[in-house]
């Protein structure tokens, strides 16, 4: 299976901040990724898929990017409403799409 | 819309059997596949992989082999994930959702609490 590596797994930042994070694969993926928000109690919302297509609705302040193994997740200017955990998946094979583990972004 | 609507919480002793079900609306139930994710308390997302709503040919990822079966009942487009032999770490919140990757579509979760 295909191990999908997010850094950091905890993250502070204020409102306003740009805040990056990083996904690795441990083999190339193309761009079979996507990014998901996951607030306490809440399902999970995609927000990303193919690494970069938003999805319709989400603020354009969210951007994805990144190919092969790396990838990062951006929001560009922090809003109250976008502290939560993030997952990246990779879904390059359909008998193994495995997520990453989570970067829980907090206020500071 | 389209909507996923999974079964209530189920309060399980170790050794019994349980079985979730994912009742889908609001689209043609065998256009997409329906994919499992584990999440355990405090926990991140684990996937457990999908059913061809088609055929109903199931795919498990690893570590979801043996003791975990999903099936389906297409005449009420209704989705089904069975564990048997539960133990305490299948305490978890049980997620279905539309597709066999990503997903915009997912059910509300369903818990299931393994205690003695």
């Known amino acids: 299976d295909i191990q999908m590596t997010q850094s950091p797994s905890t993250l502070s930042a204020f409102v306003g901040d ?14 079979w990724l996507a990014w998901y928000q996951q607030k306490p109690g809440k399902v999970p919302k995609l927000l990303i898929n193919k690494a970069s297509s938003l999805e319709s609705g989400v603020p354009s302040r969210f951007s994805g990017s990144g190919s092969g193994t790396e990838f990062t997740l951006t929001i560009s200017s922090l809003q109250p409403d976008d502290f939560a955990t993030y997952y990246c998946q990779q879904y390059n094979s359909y008998s193994g799409v495995t997520f990453g583990g989570g970067t829980k972004v907090e206020i500071k | ?13 170790p050794g019994a059997s349980v079985k979730v079900s994912c009742r889908a609306s609001g689209y043609t139930f065998t256009n997409y596949a329906i994919e499992w994710v584990r999440q355990a308390p405090g926990q991140g997302l684990e996937w457990m992989g999908w059913i061809n709503t088609n055929t109903g040919n199931p795919t498990y990822a690893q570590g979801f082999t043996g003791r ?5 009942d297409t005449s009420v487009s209704t989705a089904y994930l069975q564990v048997s032999s539960l133990k305490a770490e299948d305490t978890a919140l049980y997620y279905c959702a539309r597709g066999e990757t990503y ?4 059910g509300q979760g369903t818990l299931v609490t393994v205690s003695s």
Do not use: M, N, P
């Open chain 1, 18 to 31: 740009r805040v990056t994070i990083t996904c690795r694969a441990s083999q190339s993926i193309s761009s």
């Open chain 2, 1 to 13: 819309q389209v909507q996923l609507v999974q079964s209530g919480s189920e309060l399980k002793k």
């Open chain 2, 68 to 72: 975990f079966v999903f099936s389906l």
């Open chain 2, 103 to 106: 997903s915009g579509y997912w």
